[in-house]
């Protein structure tokens, strides 16, 4: 099986984390509304139920919600 669709990747040191969805690009997010946001442009209406869903998205480096 394959892994989470979504991944936020750990924060930079300038602040912000990387958001993909397979591999692409959403954007960087400093906040859980920046992620949702990308989401639902990716057309996931939904998107804020998902943000603690391990199948739809993976946390990378550091605790998820935090982007700094």
Known sequence: MEGAPITVHRPS?????RVTA??????LAHSDADVIEFLRRG???DAEL???NPQW???QGGRPHEYV
């Not at 040191?13 to 984390?17: A, I, L, N």
């Open 13 to 17: 040191s300038s602040g912000g984390r």
């Open 22 to 27: 397979r591999g692409q690009i959403l954007g």
């Open 43 to 45: 057309g996931l209406e």
């Open 50 to 52: 998902l943000l603690d």
């Open 57 to 59: 998205v993976a946390w």
